[in-house]
């Protein structure tokens, strides 16, 4: 759709672009909280910084005051290390498949809290690549022999289920950024499934493949924030700030992952 | 239907009062157009010798007027017309079919847009908009397309939604809330090209006429306006051919008699082919561009006895676009309309209409060796009865009935590889209504319109219903079988205007209405789009309410040369639609459970100064207004102001004819810029950068305006031939108007995000040739 769009409004449209000054709104700056937790025993880590103003081009300030604890539904409540620059971290923190863990931030007499569920296990069970002339749309064929990768998986029957599944290329370059699609079980509950990463690869590509399974709130999170993200041409006439699964007034969220990853090199 | 619900209509009927003396005799018939036979609406017939005795031609030109035995002057004028008068003695019923001719002002040679009637001052209608495509036909527009639309949004409380947008806002109103019809079909989507162009050829057209308030009884299904346009009829006297050979687009039309004064047909088609230019482009990526539109209008008429005509109307119109053989988009509207009227007495005349109208849209893709395609549409089958019933020469009582059946097919792809969505779950529902209206002269001071409508919307099986919890999950689901009502819904819709005569030039009138919108178009992007979704109220959708009154001073300036009005409105909305944070409407089977419901209101003052007559005529419109919304789950539940919450709106239109030969013409146009929201910050989780919004719609696009000019030179004009040239300049100072504003990454500094406009169209010059024989 966006594409047919683009090149009626070229076709059309003698359309010019520049750069302006625009005034915005400020903002009292707000807290915010990016928590992951993953299965297993590793490192559960915060980082809690601050907004800024939208044009500004200062790194955003961090908040180093804070108190961090995660606890499980069953007990293993422990508190987290200040690193520094915003960071706080529980090294080998053990989370187990099937309970809820709860956060809570305590920062300037403000506290925040959240509980997600951790999913069973869902493991990757194939990973495919098939080469592809090019695609469609404009500019597609004739580019020469590229690649698409799929990640095969079954879902489980009889539970809502919610993914997240993401892929970074060559992460050796810093410059490459893993990139991710969400999606829920409402197509392929209970299936063996395949589903394509949204890149096309190259001949030599190392690519690494991760399979995430998270509750329903950090879906949500992850499907509001993807809804703002976007700069192009056709945008949401109403933005409005990502569902977080914090409670108490911050932005941002407390990730409780399964995960399964995999590496593969395009040949 | 109620049986309950009908009762106190037919006790309504006798709230007027009437004497009918034995002695009272009726005259009735038609007023035409002398040159080409087309009905003549709106003409008023007047009793000279008692001027409260007046009527107005109905569409199809009727007329009836009862009155006492006795030798009367009957008066028959009509704007741009010259005045008839007839004398009548009358001792019993009389048929007087009148043909009024054009003005010629004959000391200039010039035809100036002659003789106007006083009747925006004397009529009960108010918050209305009329216009003929004649009377604005030298107007600049956008690549020289003549656009009735686009010249409506220069008029006071009509919103354009902006440049590549189709849409436009009337008094605060949704761009779904107006009822656009074609000769009484329902256009479900009026734009070309994105919304560049309408879909509305003003070659075939006769009239539009614009309710923005006061609505007559008879007009019902959205809730803010009517948008009623008119096809001509036809040349009924002789053979006509018209045409146009413009920048993007040609155009020709035929019309001619069947038989002559009997029956006549007009057929007019338009095509564009701005594609072609593609082909000679050095992209290899253009060349393979295929985009055009069409336009066919047809219309048919008939008399095939006294008091029997028929008329059959068509619109077929398609945009297609492709790219290669990759992608395929075509979306496109048919109508049809099958009248008959039939004329009972001279007191009842009856229209009965049988109306078909279909919008659908289709996306075709093809890769490697899959193919798919996605498809909606929306489908009416509408049958209708009007009658106007004259008693005597102080009311005109119009009431009828009609019932729609709605057929919708979601969006569904379907493929060599791939079915998804709803392929068998067509949705259906029922549109009925029901009215009653009554135009009645109290005294010589006061008019009254007074109108009940009861709507009703059924939404009805095959079907399942679903509903849903608060994160949007289906809890529970319901099957009906073929035809059961699923989900009922109905209401009383009062329509009231008056009209007070404070002395000859001068009235002040005053209106309420109440209006039921029982379908409603998705669309969550800031651009219009041909895949925007219309869905019928459900279970879970609830019909939009509006409440509106308006009061108004009108006042005539040099013997109707100025038409001056002032407007005020208050309207209240409900049941209005917003959207889930992160909502998903594109081929979402769930689409209704990524809706949230809400309130609005609109209120705004309009100003008016139309000069019709002599050289130099034209307008200007002011309107100031507020248009604001509230959700419980939207901006933390505050009112925040809707995005066609323009403050100032302000339209300049000026014709200019130099000479006989040579007329210029140019308007200019300002107005506040949308509401828009904006971030107010940033911050970075994730690694990414993500905006932070505080209020909806907070922040405000910059001011747009644009000035556009042109000249029409008449390069031959007899009785017997016509040529003339125009060109145009649109956006003369190449004002950048923005069409989007978004943020980026500066490429030097990618610490630093900028703010990048885009605007459409800056000094865009056209031309284009048009003949008539």
């Known amino acids: 759709m966006k594409n047919i769009i683009y090149i009626i409004l070229i076709i059309f449209t003698a359309s010019c672009q520049r750069v302006i000054q625009i005034d915005l709104n400020s903002a009292d700056p707000q807290y915010v909280v990016e928590a992951k937790l993953f299965e297993g025993t590793r490192d559960f880590t915060v980082r809690i910084t601050k907004t800024s103003n939208y044009f500004d081009t200062v790194t955003p300030p961090s908040v180093n005051n804070a108190a961090v604890n995660v606890s499980s539904s069953t007990g293993n409540s422990q508190t987290a290390t200040f690193m520094g620059n915003g960071w706080y971290k529980i090294p080998n923190y053990n989370a187990i498949n099937n309970l809820t863990y709860n956060l809570t931030i305590t920062v300037d007499g403000k506290v925040f809290t959240s509980s997600a569920y951790l999913p069973s296990h869902i493991a990757i069970d194939t990973i495919t690549i098939d080469s592809t002339m090019g695609g469609g749309g404009p500019g597609g064929p004739g580019r020469g022999k590229r690649y698409r990768i799929r990640c095969g998986f079954t879902d489980p029957a009889n539970v809502k289920n919610y993914y997240k599944l993401s892929y970074i290329t060559n992460s050796g370059n810093p410059s490459n950024q893993r990139q991710y699609d969400i999606f829920d079980d409402r197509a392929i509950n209970g299936l063996q499934t395949s589903n394509n990463l949204r890149g096309r690869f190259n001949e030599g590509d190392s690519v690494e493949v991760e399979l995430e399974s998270i509750d329903a709130k950090i879906y949500d999170y992850f499907n509001t924030v993807n809804a703002i993200a976007g700069r192009d041409i056709n945008n949401n006439a109403s933005p409005a700030n990502p569902n977080s699964n914090i409670v108490g007034g911050c932005l941002g969220y407390f990730g409780v992952f399964t995960s399964d990853k995999r590496v593969v090199v395009v040949k | ?773």
């Open chain 2, 1 to 773: 239907m109620h049986l309950k619900k009908i009762l106190p209509i037919s006790a309504f009927l006798f709230l007027f009062s009437s004497t009918i003396f034995a002695q009272n005799f009726t005259v009735s018939g038609t007023v035409k157009d002398s040159r080409n036979g087309e009905d003549l609406i709106g003409a008023t017939v007047t009793v000279k010798e008692n001027p409260l005795k007046t009527v107005f031609t109905n569409v199809y030109g009727f007329y009836s007027l009862t009155f006492l035995k006795g030798s009367y002057t009957i008066v028959y004028q009509a704007s741009g017309f010259d005045k008839i008068e007839i004398p009548v003695v009358l001792e019993k019923d009389t048929v007087l079919k009148i043909q009024l001719s054009a003005t010629v002002d004959e000391l200039q040679g010039v035809t100036v847009k002659g003789h106007k009637t006083n009747k925006n001052v004397t009529s009960t209608e108010m918050s209305t908009i009329k216009l003929e495509p004649k009377a604005i036909e030298t107007i600049p527009v956008l690549f020289g397309e003549k656009d009735i639309m686009k010249t409506l949004q220069m008029m006071p409380g009509i919103k354009g939604a902006g440049e590549g947008n189709a849409g436009f806002y009337v008094r605060g109103g949704g761009v779904d809330q107006n009822l656009i019809l074609l000769d009484e079909a329902p256009v479900y989507n009026a734009s070309h090209v994105l919304g560049f162009f309408s879909i509305f050829n003003s070659d075939a057209l006769k009239d539009v006429t614009l309710y923005k308030g006061g609505m007559p009884a008879e007009f019902g299904g959205r809730a803010s306006s009517v948008m009623d346009v008119k096809m001509k009829d036809g040349n009924s006297k002789k053979l006509a051919v018209s045409g146009g050979v413009g920048l993007i687009s040609s155009r020709l039309t035929v019309e001619a008699p069947i038989k002559k004064d009997k029956g006549s047909f007009i057929i007019s088609a338009r095509r564009t082919y701005a594609d072609l230019f593609l082909k000679l482009s050095g992209n290899a990526d253009l060349k393979n561009v295929t985009l055009y539109f069409y336009d066919l209008n047809m219309k048919a008429n008939y008399t095939i006895t006294k008091r029997d005509r028929l008329f059959l109307s068509g619109y077929f119109g398609q945009d297609k676009f492709a790219f290669g053989s990759q992608i395929g988009f075509s979306w496109g509207n048919k109508t049809a309309t099958l009248r008959w009227n039939h004329i009972f007495s001279s007191k009842l005349f009856s229209n009965t209409s049988l109306i078909f109208s279909n919008y659908n849209y289709q996306i075709d893709r093809s890769f490697s060796n899959q193919t798919f395609q996605i498809k909606s549409s929306i489908q009416d089958y509408n049958l209708k009865q009007d009658f106007s019933y004259y008693p005597n020469s102080n009311n005109t009582i119009k009431f009828g009935v009609n019932i729609i059946d709605h057929t919708f097919s979601p969006t569904h792809i379907t493929g060599t590889a791939i079915t998804f969505g709803d392929t068998l779950r067509l949705k259906h529902a029922l549109e009925g209504g029901i009215y009653i209206q009554n135009e009645q002269k109290i005294n010589k001071k006061l008019s009254l319109n007074y109108g009940l409508r009861y709507s009703m919307f059924d939404y009805v099986g095959k079907g399942t219903a679903y509903t849903y919890g608060n994160d949007g999950t289906r809890i529970s689901q319901q099957d009906y079988t073929s035809g059961q009502s699923i989900k009922l819904y109905g209401g009383w819709e009062p329509r009231i205007s008056a009209r007070y005569q404070v002395n000859k030039v001068s009235s002040i009138k005053a209106s309420m209405n109440r209006n039921f919108q029982y379908l409603h178009l998705l669309s969550n992007a800031t651009t219009s789009s041909p895949t925007d979704l219309w869905v019928p109220s459900s279970n879970n959708v609830k019909p939009q309410i509006a409440n509106q009154v308006a009061i108004g001073y009108f006042r005539n300036f040099k013997n109707n040369m100025y038409e001056v009005s002032v407007e005020t409105y208050y309207k209240k909305m409900y049941n209005q639609i917003d959207y889930k944070n992160g909502a998903q409407l594109f081929l979402n089977t769930d689409v209704e459970s990524e809706l949230v419901y809400g309130q609005g209101k609109a209120y705004g003052a309009e100003f008016y100064v139309h000069k019709q007559i002599g050289k130099l005529t034209g307008w200007v419109s002011y309107t100031l207004s507020r248009t604001l919304r509230q959700f419980d789950q939207v901006n933390n539940g505050n009112w925040f102001p809707a995005r066609q919450d323009r403050i100032h709106d302000i339209a300049i239109v000026a014709m200019y004819d130099i000479t006989k030969k040579i007329k210029l013409s140019g308007n200019w146009i300002y107005y506040t810029g949308n509401a828009i929201t904006w971030p107010a910050g940033k911050y970075i989780v994730d690694g990414k950068e993500i905006p932070y919004f505080t209020q909806r719609n907070g922040s405000r696009m910059p001011a747009y305006h644009r000035l556009d000019i042109g000249i029409t030179w008449i390069q031959k004009k007899t009785a017997k031939y016509e040529s003339s040239w125009n060109i145009s300049i649109y956006n003369v100072y190449a004002r950048w108007n923005p069409y989007i504003i978004s943020f980026q990454q500066n490429a030097a500094n990618p610490a630093l995000t900028e703010a990048l406009e885009t605007s459409l169209f800056r000094f865009v010059p056209a031309f284009s040739y048009n003949f008539k024989f």
